[in-house]
């Protein structure tokens, strides 16, 4: 499963792309509300930080707009994907945007029938809200699994994309479902580094290495007989 980075802050893509886990990033008008400056600034930054996709949403209401908002949009930047939310409208300018060649996310999904149609429309991604499931009580496991289901049994070619990710649990619940990507908060990524075993074995493995300096002399030497001339 490819992650991806749930974000509006540049500064946040800025220190997480460093880590070289992520395949792209995903914004929404909630996120970008959040955020100093242009919102145009803000997704091309985040585009030259991230090598992939970076979705940016649509707000129209009515296809015309939608698809209108769309190529703009996409104008902004060649890795950029429209971010369309889902309704019939969002159908109808799902359809006229692929036919054109421009990669939708199509997002707000919450169901697998939501998700057949958003296939045939030929949504590229098809955002599943796992999060806003849970919170209404809703087993976003369930729902992830049967999307999950049903595009593989329709051969449909749309990667589900898992989205509204709260907790560490929720990308390894996406992972073995079989979902394409999972869009994450900084916050989150940064709770999947994190395990007490992990600090504890590093500060022990540094405590017995310290405790042979000529060990250190020894690694020092092996390093500087193989810089390779700049
Ligand atoms: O990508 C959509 C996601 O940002 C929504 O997350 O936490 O607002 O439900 P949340």
């Known amino acids: 499963m490819r ?9 946040e893509v800025e220190e997480i792309a460093q880590w070289g886990i992520l395949s792209g990033a995903t914004t929404n008008p909630s996120l970008l509300a959040k955020e100093d ?11 030259d930080l991230v090598n992939g ?11 015309a707009g939608m698809v209108a908002e769309g190529r703009a949009l996409r104008a902004l930047h060649e890795q950029i994907c429209v971010k ?8 109808a300018a799902t359809a006229e945007l692929t036919a054109d060649g421009h ?7 919450f169901s697998a029938n939501q998700a057949l149609l958003a296939a045939e429309a030929g949504a590229t991604y098809i955002s599943c809200f796992m999060g806003r499931l849970d919170d209404i009580s809703v087993s976003s496991t369930e729902v992830v699994s049967e999307i999950v289901d049903v595009m593989r049994t329709s051969e449909a070619t749309s990667e ?3 989205a509204s990710i709260r907790h560490p649990a929720h990308c390894v619940i996406a992972a073995s479902l079989g979902c394409e990507v999972a869009t994450v908060p900084g916050k989150v ?5 994190d395990h007490p075993l992990t600090s504890k074995g590093i500060e022990l493995f540094e405590k017995d290495w310290q405790s042979r300096p000529e060990f250190g002399e020894w690694l020092s030497g092996l390093v500087a ?6």
């Open 3 to 11: 992650l991806f980075i749930d974000t509006g802050s540049v500064a």
């Open 37 to 47: 400056g242009d919102p145009g600034d803000i997704i091309r930054r985040i585009c």
């Open 53 to 63: 996709p970076v979705s940016a949403e649509v707000v129209a209401k009515e296809p």
């Open 84 to 91: 369309v939310p889902f309704s019939a409208a969002g159908l």
């Open 103 to 109: 990669p939708v996310n199509m997002t707000l999904v």
């Open 160 to 162: 589900v994309l898992a």
């Open 189 to 193: 990524l940064k709770q999947m580094l």
């Open 225 to 230: 007989s193989h810089q390779v001339p700049a």
